[in-house]
């Protein structure tokens, strides 16, 4: 448990985790900041913390843990205001999505006596912002943690403890093996939901789109829930992880033209070993204990 925990960064990822701290009580105190107004009244309006401050720096001012959990974008200047301010012997996380920059960032800082050791939550949905957050978002989900070599394991023991008791699974690797297998796993996925709903919705006549959404199936739906994520968060991704993002798509691009060859000569076989290989792909995913067998269409 840790005395102090301040929380810089309130949206659906910031406001999960201090919903998640209230209920477990593995915090004595959650300090929370954010740039915009707008979330602190949301905070203070459903009593999400213990006490809401008007600068970073106050924020982090005796904390014995400080996450932060702002866009990428933001997190230079984060570090930046708090650096001069954070407890001697403190631990420092965040929640961002790729780990080599806001690990350079974080060191560039030369901080002292501070233990610094990147998270990445793998949870989230489509909606964002402190209304989205829920106590259970973490729980069965996979938390990656990418500290130094140098960082005493103790404290990594106390970040591990701290995203165990909201109920995730910690795993501990390098930031660049996290950077690649997130490329993969979550950022192609939304380079191909961005595309599939620019395809949609562009080169046909007005009475095509609105069918277009009016007949959706499942798996358009499923890509426009997708594509229906933070913005500002994905554009920052999409920069920061731009090298293996776009190797990434160079291999799909390869293996898009491959099946256009294949549906082009009409070669069933090799279309049922595709398909027969996806299915069983998709039985291991739910094996794993990242999905459910269960449908759920027309979810709410």
Not at 143 to 170: C, N, Q, Y
Not at 191 to 218: H, L, P, Q, W
Not at 220 to 243: E, G, Q, V
Request: positive net charge; hydrophobic residues 35%.
């Amino acid at each position: 448990m840790f005395e102090q925990v301040s929380i810089i960064g309130c949206g659906l990822i910031g406001s999960s985790v201090f919903r998640a701290l209230k209920k477990n009580s593995f915090a004595k105190k959650v300090i929370t900041f954010d740039n915009d107004k707008s979330v602190s009244e949301i905070i203070n309006k459903e009593n999400l913390s213990d006490k809401t401050v008007s600068s970073p720096e106050e924020a982090v001012s005796n904390a014995d843990l400080v996450l932060i959990s702002t866009p990428l974008s933001s997190f230079e200047p984060a570090i930046d205001s708090i650096k001069k301010h954070l407890k001697s012997g403190s631990i420092l996380t965040d929640t961002s999505s790729v780990k080599k920059g806001a690990d350079a960032i974080v060191k560039k800082m030369n901080l002292k006596n501070i233990s610094w050791i990147p998270s990445h939550p793998v949870a989230g949905t489509e909606k964002s912002g402190p209304k989205a957050g829920s106590s259970d978002l973490f729980r069965g989900r996979w938390t990656i943690l990418t500290p130094d070599s140098k960082i005493k394991d103790s404290d990594v023991k106390k970040i591990s403890l701290f995203w165990e008791s909201m109920g995730s699974k910690v795993k501990i690797m390098s930031a660049g093996d996290h950077d690649k297998i997130l490329s993969i796993t979550s950022h192609l996925p939304h380079v191909i939901a961005y595309n599939i709903v620019k395809t949609v919705m562009g080169g046909d006549d007005e009475k095509i789109k609105k069918d277009f959404i009016r007949y959706s199936a499942g798996g358009l739906r499923d890509f426009t829930r997708i594509a229906a994520s933070n913005p500002t968060m994905w554009k920052d991704i999409f920069i920061d992880n731009s090298d293996l993002i776009i190797d990434g798509i160079n291999k799909f691009s390869k293996n898009l033209d491959q099946f256009k060859k294949v549906i082009t000569e009409k070669d069933s076989k090799r279309l049922l070993e595709i398909f027969e290989e996806s299915s069983e792909f998709r039985e291991a995913i739910i094996k794993a204990g990242q999905d459910t067998d269960k449908p759920d269409f027309g979810r709410k």
